[in-house]
């Protein structure tokens, strides 16, 4: 059964960082871009970061510099690690892989910025 599986998330002080997992099922990890999307209090789910099979990313433009997509071919994951964090990166992170006919959705991970 194809599944995204995240975790890494909690509470972390502004300018700490964290680093989010998402193991995906052997056939997503070795076909499909996969993606990470967060959805903020209040706000609509947003794209954040999109790694492919081969290990091309692409940022969206307030977290470049900030954040960085990675892959572990052996452990079919996908990682997403997080520095310089803002109260505004306060979020629940899901990772996402899109199906020309369907979305596929992992429950997400609370990412909490506070003092």
């Known amino acids: 059964q194809e599944q995204l599986v995240e975790s890494g998330g909690g509470l972390v002080q502004p300018g700490g960082s964290l680093r989010l997992s998402c193991v995906a099922s052997?056939?997503?990890?070795?076909?499909?871009?996969i993606s990470w999307y967060r959805q903020r209090p209040g706000k609509e789910r947003e794209w954040v970061i999109t790694?492919?099979?081969?290990?091309?990313?692409d940022y969206e433009d307030s977290v470049k510099g900030r954040f960085t997509a990675s892959r572990d071919s052996a452990k079919n994951t996908v990682y997403l690690q997080m520095n310089s964090l803002t109260p505004d990166d306060t979020a629940v992170y899901y990772c996402?892989?899109?199906?020309?006919?369907?979305?596929?959705w992992g429950k997400g991970t609370q990412v909490t910025v506070s003092y």
């Open positions: 052997r056939s997503i990890f070795t076909s499909k871009p």
């Open positions: 790694i492919t099979n081969e290990g091309n990313t």
């Open positions: 996402n892989v899109a199906y020309w006919d369907k979305q596929l």
